[in-house]
């Protein structure tokens, strides 16, 4: 598990609500910090693929277990 800067969970919010809240997340930190997103919603793996490399922020790790996804985003 990578160290992380700010920590935001989304569980239990559905689509498009876990990216529109990773992307405010991401306005309210610096750059070169790390965002770790937590969710529940399996779009937000398409989603935040998606809007980060659009957007250019770095995913730094994925990963997920059983309805839980989790994103480790350094802010570019």
């Known amino acids: 598990m990578l160290e992380y800067d700010e920590l935001l969970d989304v569980s239990g919010l ?3 609500m876990p990216l529109l809240k990773m992307k405010q997340g991401l306005n309210a930190i610096n750059k070169g910090r790390v965002l770790h ?3 529940t919603d399996r779009a937000s ?3 935040f693929a998606v809007f980060l490399k659009q957007a ?3 995913l730094l790790e994925q ?3 059983g309805e839980r996804y989790q994103f ?5």
């Open 14 to 16: 559905a689509c498009p």
């Open 37 to 39: 997103v937590i969710t």
């Open 45 to 47: 793996v398409r989603d």
């Open 56 to 58: 250019g922020h770095q």
């Open 63 to 65: 990963s997920e277990a």
């Open 72 to 76: 480790w985003i350094k802010k570019g």
